[in-house]
C-alpha cells in the first residue's frame, strides 16, 4: 500500500501558502501605510529632486547618511544629522531651523532607510511640520549633477 | 520519551509564538519592510513590493499552524525554508559589504549585525529542523 503521507503533505503546504496569499492580499487591500506601486509616484512625506531644487536654500537640509559618506560629498549646506549620533548633531539643526522652514532630509538613495526615520524623528520629537524626504536620495542628486 | 515529546512540543509553540509576533510587526508596516527588502539589492523592485506582504503573512500563518499538530511539520518545513532564504540573503548582503536593516522584526533593528543575525536565523533553522525531523505528538 502507498502511504499517502507526501500528498497529504503536499496539500496542508499549498493550504499554508494559499492562506498567505489570503492574508497577503487583505492587507495590501486595507493597510494604510501601503507604499507606491509605481515608482514614479510619490510616497507619503516624500518630496521629488525637481521640487527639492526649486525649494533650494530656503529649506533646512538634512544629511542622514554615515558620518564618513557626509565627509566625503553632501549637498551644499546639508547638516549631518543620523540616529548614530543624535544627540551631538540635533543642536546644531535647531540653532539653523526656524517654525516654517522646511526640512528636507536624504540617505544614500531610494532604498535606505535613513531619511525616513530621521525625519520621523524630526516631526515627532522635535514638532518639527514640515519635514520631507528627498526622493532618490544622494544617488539621485549626484545623477542630475552629471 | 513522552517528557522529551512534551519539551519538542513546547518548543514548537515557543517558535511559533515568536514567527507571529515577527510577522505582526512586518504586517503593520510593509513599507518600511520594503525599503529594508529593497536594501538588500536582490530583488527588483515589485518583485520586493509583493514580497513584503507575502513575508508576513507567511510568517503568521506558519506561527500559528506549529500549534496544531496536524500542521507542525509542514510549517517546520517551510518556515525552515524562509530560515535558508533569509540565511542566503544576509550572506550575500555581508559578501557585498551593504550596510543594511535586517527587517527581521519589522523597524526596530536599525543596523544589521551580520554574525549576530546570521547565527540566530541558524539556530531558528536548527529549531525548526528539530521539529521536523522529530516525534512531535499531539497537542
Known sequence: MISSAPRVAGLRLAGLLCLS?????????????RPAWNLDVLAEGEIALTDAMAVGDTALWIDARPETQYRAGRIGGALPLNEDDWNGQIQR???Q???GRRVIVYCSSQQCQASHDVARRLREEM?????YTLKGGWEAWLAHQK | MAGASKVAVAWAWVLGALFIYAGALKFWRPDLLLADIESYHL????LAYLWSYFLP?????G??????????????GLLLALCVIFILALLSAWARGLDISC?????????ANYPVLIGRDLLLAAGLGWILRGRVQAP
Open chain 1, 21 to 33: 496569499v489570503v492574508l497577503a492580499s487583505a492587507n495590501a487591500w486595507l493597510n494604510p501605510h
Open chain 1, 93 to 95: 539643526v535647531l540653532e
Open chain 1, 97 to 99: 531651523w526656524r517654525p
Open chain 1, 127 to 131: 514638532g518639527m511640520e514640515e519635514v
Open chain 2, 43 to 46: 530583488l527588483p523592485y515589485r
Open chain 2, 57 to 61: 503573512a507567511l510568517e503568521i500563518v
Open chain 2, 63 to 76: 506561527g500559528v499552524a506549529l500549534y496544531h499538530h496536524a500542521w507542525r511539520k509542514v510549517a517546520a
Open chain 2, 103 to 111: 527587517g527581521c522584526f519589522g523597524g526596530a533593528e536599525t543596523k
